[in-house]
T-cell receptor, first 113, second 116 residues
Framework: EDKVVQSPLSLVVHEGDTVTLNCSYEVTNFRSLLWYKQEKKAPTFLFMLTSSGIEKKSGRLSSILDKKELFSILNITATQTGDSAIYLCAVEAGGQAGTALIFGKGTTLSVSS | DTGVSQDPRHKITKRGQNVTFRCDPISEHNRLYWYRQTLGQGPEFLTYFQNEAQLEKSRLLSDRFSAERPKGSFSTLEIQRTEQGDSAMYLC??????????????FGPGTRLTVT
């Protein structure tokens, strides 16, 4: 059965800290891995990763995929209170042109001032 | 606003009633997905459409659930004879699938269903 596992499930840090969120997966016919940020509403898209070893970066956030070891990490540097959210990892797997996303349970990040 | 929209945003209903939710995807997107999310869990896939064709349904989608996308634009999700276990956030997402590749899914704000 396809599965996506995120760790840790929750994390509390101080403003300015750097955090690393982990996502491992076991799926058939992997197509892409996506990271989303969810505050008290729908998930908002952060990154889509399809190739190993290529870092994607957006401001203080960056992510990289290792297709050999079947995991991805999401780094957030110089955290701010506005980074407090649930970070969801999802994998797109399956046949032609992919299919629905398989989500992990998420990592709840709390950044205190 | 050119994002994914959903209506209503909140719905409270009594057990046994039928409810219908609507999703309007981003206009140029040809794929539309429905997910369900409960507290402490990531979204779980329910079904998806490519244009007007329903291509896949999850085992989670019982016979009481039906979805349509009649003209390949907006979609509706109906739940008949609601049960308390149906209480959840129902999320709609859309994406564009081209000949060469697929693109990321964008989510709507969700409809929060509470069954009393």
């Amino acid at each position: 059965e396809d599965k996506v596992v995120q760790s840790p499930l929750s994390l509390v840090v101080h403003e300015g800290d750097t955090v690393t969120l982990n996502c491992s997966y076991e799926v058939t016919n992997f197509r892409s891995l996506l990271w989303y940020k969810q505050e008290k509403k729908a998930p908002t898209f952060l990154f889509m990763l399809t190739s190993s070893g290529i870092e994607k970066k957006s401001g203080r956030l960056s992510s990289i995929l290792d297709k050999k070891e079947l995991f991805s990490i999401l780094n957030i540097t110089a955290t701010q209170t506005g980074d407090s959210a649930i970070y969801l990892c999802a994998v797109e797997a399956g046949g032609q042109a992919g299919t629905a996303l398989i989500f992990g349970k998420g990592t709840t990040l709390s950044v205190s001032s | 606003d050119t994002g994914v929209s959903q209506d209503p945003r909140h719905k409270i209903t009594k057990r046994g009633q039928n409810v219908t939710f609507r999703c309007d995807p981003i206009s140029e997107h040809n794929r539309l997905y429905w997910y369900r999310q409960t507290l402490g869990q990531g979204p779980e896939f329910l079904t998806y459409f490519q244009n007007e064709a329903q291509l896949e349904k999850s085992r989670l989608l019982s016979d009481r659930f039906s979805a349509e996308r009649p003209k390949g634009s907006f979609s509706t999700l109906e739940i008949q004879r609601t049960e308390q276990g149906d209480s959840a956030m129902y999320l709609c997402a859309s994406s564009f699938i081209g000949r060469a590749r697929g693109y990321e899914q964008y989510f709507g704000p969700g409809t929060r269903l509470t069954v009393t």
